[in-house]
T-cell receptor, first 112, second 109 residues
Framework: GAGVSQSPRYKVAKRGQDVALRCDPISGHVSLFWYQQALGQGPEFLTYFQNEAQLDKSGLPSDRFFAERPEGSVSTLKIQRTQQEDSAVYLC??????????FGQGTRLTVV | SQQGEEDPQALSIQEGENATMNCSYKTSINNLQWYRQNSGRGLVHLILIRSNEREKHSGRLRVTLDTSKKSSSLLITASRAADTASYFCASSGNTPLVFGKGTRLSVIA
């Protein structure tokens, strides 16, 4: 596609509900990143894939967060038993290498 | 948190003036990048400077890098109202891109 596509754009979840956020990277991009951005803050790194391999998941805040990229293309970020502090914008980015990254519009998650 | 710091946190200038934003980072880098984010949108890559470069230009943007001080600056010349956005630096090294907290720039027409 023309750019990185994320869905849904907005998600409201009840506390305790599981959510799945999808990222379609630019075709052919090897690297894929997930970031969490709280209001008024910079993006915080969550996890990084190179093709289907998850090379770094040091930023995932708890074991309720899980990410996968099984075929080296589309990625899903899953949050189990959502809590209010999970409310944020979740950004996905892809890159040919680890230089210039192309970001999607993000998914705004609100946990109520 | 590995995040770096941008300075100032917020900047308000008149159209036509220059805007300077500074960034500090914490670890060794291969390159440093600057991104722009309009409210409610994704980040857009502006410019990348490699660790062996000291200055780089792109249109109205000028970036400097001082690896001895672990700092960078972004200068936007002849600012326009459309430049109003948040600007983030991001360091790239052994870890994936690490972003600072951003500078919110307001350009008043």
């Amino acid at each position: 596609g023309a750019g990185v596509s994320q869905s849904p754009r907005y998600k409201v979840a009840k506390r305790g509900q599981d959510v799945a956020l999808r990222c379609d990277p630019i075709s052919g991009h090897v690297s894929l990143f997930w970031y969490q951005q709280a209001l008024g803050q910079g993006p915080e790194f969550l996890t990084y894939f190179q093709n289907e391999a998850q090379l770094d998941k040091s930023g995932l805040p708890s074991d309720r967060f899980f990410a996968e990229r099984p075929e080296g293309s589309v990625s899903t970020l899953k949050i189990q038993r959502t809590q209010q502090e999970d409310s944020a914008v979740y950004l996905c980015a892809s890159s040919l290498d680890r230089d210039k990254a192309f970001f999607g519009q993000g998914t705004r998650l609100t946990v109520v | 948190s590995q995040q770096g710091e941008e300075d100032p946190q917020a900047l308000s200038i008149q159209e036509g003036e220059n805007a300077t934003m500074n960034c500090s980072y914490k670890t060794s880098i291969n390159n440093l990048q600057w991104y722009r984010q309009n409210s409610g949108r994704g980040l857009v890559h502006l410019i990348l400077i490699r660790s062996n470069e000291r200055e780089k230009h792109s249109g109205r943007l000028r970036v400097t890098l001082d690896t001895s001080k672990k700092s960078s600056s972004l200068l936007i010349t002849a600012s326009r109202a459309a430049d109003t956005a948040s600007y983030f630096c991001a360091s790239s090294g052994n870890t994936p891109l690490v972003f600072g907290k951003g500078t919110r720039l307001s350009v008043i027409a």
